[in-house]
């Protein structure tokens, strides 16, 4: 059979796509390579260069790092053409890098004895036999310490401290993949599952499920190996526990399971890998349609049910498994919205277990999975899907059905709130809503009431809900239940602050809000009042705190403040909304609109409403309210209401951090209280502007605290992507001044830091700066170059085929001392290890004008840099001192050196440093004498001594 039997419908053969494939990869294209060896593999499935097509893609992946694929793809290979040299090392160099060195010692010993006469081969071997025989002794102790733990663990006679501790060390081994594999081979996971069963104690349960997920860890082979033995509906047992500990630590498993599957990691930013995922299709599915089902299940905990849905609403964003349109398919939708139609308080025979977070959870995700709906289409399809749960329920002739259909649309409106919004529009639902609030029935009130709040979220809505809704939450108001009070007045409240930040806007009369702030106050300090109803109050507040007046009042009510610092702390999600947007007021931390004086000008010709700013939110009151939140512990608060899936919460607690790091002196509380590790999780979730105030937070850290405590141990390297993300053309010229601050901070470390910011492409994006016509950015940016000069792969960077070393001299021209400072701080740091960076001054045309400005610079500092930078160039060699020499630099150097201004004296004694050095070469002639000028006998003799 010819190639051209394997044309595609182009006509183009396998050849082709493989020529195509290797032209990309020359170009360091690897990813259209691996498209186009993809497939030539697929046109060529009995090609006789399969094994070629096959073995070039591994080399893409290799690039690509895509370990893995290499070793599958190396392994096709030698299936077709056995011993193959370039399959052999490729598949030994991605072993290594997956830390099998067993398996890559072999293929280099085959390789070796394919062709012995290959020199390069002999070093990689020598390498890999040493790490082996070591290994092998560290094997065979780790074996022995395997069998040691799983006896005490597993021996349910063994008293339960050293169980308990056996449980810890076990978990400690299955973190590294050497002792992962004994204890998978010893058939620690039956034991695990027959432990289980019968364990009663919390700590060891829940590190039992951990050593699970430790060996799923990274390993396809492992977790499929695990998910055979166990089954899905093992993980959903242990799931179903009333210890939040083990329900942590059973939905970490799973994660880690997915994340093995999909080749993602347990970090925010983290995608999947498409091939590992199309290979594993079968098996996430299965995971993903198990945890689908379970979410409406009647006989599991709420706990696990918020677990579950959490689980559902990371892994279905584009941005890792693309679930959202399966989900829908599955008729998930009609599951989530059966969560979010449940009452606490409101129990029935088929009633679900749900905490006070689940519907808010059902909503998020409800939310997330529309955020996925890109086209038309799939938008109409989760429409219908909506559409008809809601006709489901009202067609159905029990009370119970209408109250539960009112409870969804309020979760819609707080979700997916187009959707909801769509709902409402439909002829009857708004009347229907309205007529409920008019019963006599305590539960009928609850349920309307919360859904005229959550109608009332655009100004539109509230506009037509003001004029038939406010009079029947008056009267609701006056009812004698207080969870009836507290919502209508949340609605009032809602419905009093349409008109936002703009102080001309005045829905309700003068006074009116101040009073509704009032009751608002009242519910929430009251002694004896259940969560529900400080959580609604807080709520009420929210809204009201957009009033100037009403954020004073409430900032000196230390009690109420108090009240909603504590509410945050129990990190109830249903909580979250009222208590961070009372914060975000606060603060004044929300998106305020520019105004233009132009564009102020026309509107007033237009005569057009134009906003306007209360006195009270000055900036000397809203710092003041700041620091009172601070002393109160608002940084805690807001960590733990962090953990939240909502993108817009995440945003909002994003904001208010970034607001108290803004002032100075409360800095070191956000990083005492635990604010960085949250942070840092923010600046890579959420939305783009809640990512950037949370990195922007993080700079304002790293500028005035001492980065090795702000940022201790791994976080030093977690926090240097989101400081590079605010070196972007869209952030304001602040965020990028407070970035390059400090990563200057972070940069004078250690090499780690350094290494790490190389990795990131940072130097690129620094350098960047320089170039920059603001003052103050090319100062912090040439501070910053100066700090990473200090890495010898920076030096590489000044050595190369670049201007670097000629921008840098120039900018030691600046007018501006601190940028001066560091340029010719860099220079001199350059030139005493690089001969090539001294020779590439030489290159500049304006070099000796540049010297003339460094010898002679007003600044003693700058000058004693930059006489140091010709003293490293006259020590680089005899032809770049000839060179400075044969010009008036000597005459120059000369006179500085006799200078009795004592503030430079470090230049003058440089100076006089340069001149002995240049007499090595001759180049400064002794007197007849055979003297030196009196000025450089001292530093003479000194060099004379050295020598001798």
Same mark, same amino acid.
């Given at each position: &059979? ?185 058939? /620690? ?18 590190? *039992? ?74 098996? !996430? ?179 037509? *809900? ?26 009032? /409240? ?81 909580? *979250? ?9 606060? /603060? ?182 320089? &170039? ?107 032809? !770049? ?63 004379? !001594?050295?020598?001798?």
């Amino acid at each position: &059979m010819t190639t051209t039997d394997f044309a595609d419908d182009s006509g183009e053969e396998p050849l082709s796509y493989k020529d195509k494939g290797n032209g990309a990869f020359k170009e360091g294209k690897w990813e259209d390579a691996v498209k186009f060896y993809t497939t030539a593999i697929k046109l060529g499935e009995k090609h006789k260069e399969l094994p070629v097509f096959y073995k070039n893609r591994a080399a893409a992946h290799l690039k690509l790092e895509n370990w893995l694929l290499v070793v599958s793809d190396c392994t096709e290979s030698l299936k077709l053409s056995p011993g193959d040299p370039k399959s052999l090392f490729r598949r030994s160099q991605a072993y290594e890098a997956l830390k099998k060195y067993e398996e890559a010692y072999k293929d280099v010993t085959d390789l070796f004895k394919e062709d012995p006469t290959n020199k390069s081969v002999q070093p990689t071997l020598n390498r890999l036999h040493l790490i082996v025989q070591e290994r092998a002794t560290k094997n065979a102790q780790t074996s022995t310490k395997v069998q040691q733990m799983m006896k005490l663990t597993f021996d349910i006679g063994t008293p339960p401290d050293k169980r308990r501790s056996g449980a810890n060390n076990l978990l400690v081994l299955a973190k590294e993949e050497v002792s992962a594999d004994l204890l998978f081979k010893a058939g /620690c996971v039956g034991k695990i599952a027959s432990l289980t069963k019968i364990e009663k104690n919390t700590e060891i349960c829940a590190n *039992l499920v951990r050593i699970v997920a430790e060996l799923c860890n990274h390993s396809v082979p492992r977790t499929k190996g695990v998910l055979a033995e166990l089954g899905v509906p093992w993980f959903m047992r242990v799931l179903d526990n009333k210890e939040a500990e083990i329900v942590l630590a059973a939905q970490y498993c799973l994660q880690t399971i997915i994340n093995a599957l999909s080749g993602m990691e347990n970090k925010a930013d983290s995608k999947p890998n498409k091939e590992l995922c199309k290979e594993n299709n079968r098996e !996430i599915d299965t995971l993903l349609t198990c945890l689908l089902y379970t979410v409406t299940d009647r006989t599991i905990s709420g706990p696990a049910r918020d677990a579950v849905m959490e689980l559902l609403t990371r892994n279905i964003h584009y941005t890792a498994l693309e679930w959202a349109e399966r989900l829908v398919e599955l008729r998930g939708l009609y599951r989530l919205l059966d969560v979010c139609s449940e009452l606490e308080e409101y129990k029935y025979e088929s009633a679900m277990d749900i905490t006070p977070s689940s519907r808010t959870i059902a909503s998020v995700c409800l939310a997330r999975i529309y955020e996925n709906m890109y086209y038309d289409k799939a938008k109409e399809r989760f429409q219908e899907q909506i559409d008809e749960y809601v006709k489901d329920k009202l067609l159905a002739p029990d009370l119970e059905s209408k109250v539960r259909v009112i409870v969804a649309i309020t979760s819609l409106l707080t979700g997916p709130l187009d959707a909801g919004n769509q709902i409402v529009a439909r002829e009857g639902i708004l009347q229907m809503i309205l007529a409920m609030a008019t019963t006599e029935d305590v539960l009928q009130q609850k349920v309307a009431c919360e859904c005229i709040i959550a109608a009332a979220s655009k100004k539109d809505k509230a506009k037509a *809900l003001c004029l038939g809704g406010v009079e029947i939450l008056k009267k609701l108001y006056h009812c004698k239940d207080d969870g009836i009070r507290v919502r209508a007045l949340v609605g009032l /409240c809602k419905l009093g602050s349409y008109g936002g930040q703009d102080a001309a806007i005045r829905p309700f009369a003068d006074g009116a809000t101040l009073k509704l702030a009032e009751a608002c106050r009242r519910f929430l300090i009251k002694p004896g009042k259940d969560k529900d109803i400080r959580r609604w109050a807080a709520d009420g507040l929210a809204y009201l705190t957009l009033d100037a007046e009403v954020k004073e009042k409430l900032i000196d009510d230390k009690s109420a403040i108090h009240a909603l610092v504590d509410l945050a702390r129990s990190g109830d999600q249903s909580c *979250l909304y009222g208590v961070v947007t009372t914060f975000v007021n606060l /603060c004044n931390a929300y998106e305020k609109q520019e105004i233009l004086p132009e564009m102020l000008e026309l509107a007033k010709f237009a005569k057009q409403h134009i906003p306007e700013e209360h006195e009270l939110d000055d900036t000397d009151f809203v710092q003041k309210r700041i620091i009172v939140l601070a002393n109160e512990g608002i940084t805690t608060a807001l960590c733990a209401l962090a953990k939240t899936e909502s993108d817009n919460s995440k945003e909002l607690i994003a904001r208010v951090l970034n607001a108290i790091c803004g002032l100075q002196e409360l800095r070191g509380k956000v990083v005492q209280e635990g604010g960085v590790k949250t942070l840092l999780r923010l600046a890579l979730e959420g939305t783009e502007k809640g990512k950037r105030h949370a990195c922007q937070a993080l700079a304002r850290i790293g500028i005035t605290i001492n980065p090795e405590v702000a940022f201790a141990g791994q976080r030093s390297l977690d926090v240097i992507r989101p400081l590079l993300n605010l070196l972007a053309q869209d952030c304001s010229a602040l965020e990028n001044f407070e970035s390059l601050m400090a990563l200057t901070n972070l940069a004078a470390m250690n090499e780690n830091v350094r290494q790490r910011i190389i990795e990131e492409q940072g130097i690129s994006k620094i350098e960047y700066y320089l &170039m920059e016509n603001h003052l103050m950015l090319t100062r912090a940016a040439a501070q910053c170059i100066c700090n990473m000069v200090m890495s010898d792969e920076v030096v590489k960077k000044f050595e190369g085929e670049n201007d670097r070393v000629k921008f840098m001299a120039l900018l030691c021209e600046e007018e501006d001392e601190e940028t001066a400072k560091a340029c010719s701080g860099a220079l001199a740091m350059l030139t005493s290890v690089s001969k090539k960076c001294c020779a590439k001054i030489l290159e500049i045309k304006s070099w000796l004008e540049i010297l003339h400005i460094l010898i002679a610079n007003p600044s003693p500092e700058v000058q004693h840099r930059g006489v140091v930078v010709i003293l490293n160039m006259i020590n680089a060699g005899e032809d !770049i001192t000839r060179k400075i020499f044969d010009t008036d630099i000597m005459e120059l150097l000369n006179g500085l050196a006799q200078l009795p201004d004592d503030t430079r004296s470090k230049a003058r004694e440089v100076a006089a440093q340069c001149l002995t050095a240049a007499e090595r070469y001759r180049i400064i002639e002794k007197s007849d004498e055979g003297e030196l000028p009196d000025v450089f006998k001292e530093a003479a003799r000194e060099q004379e !001594i050295e020598e001798e």
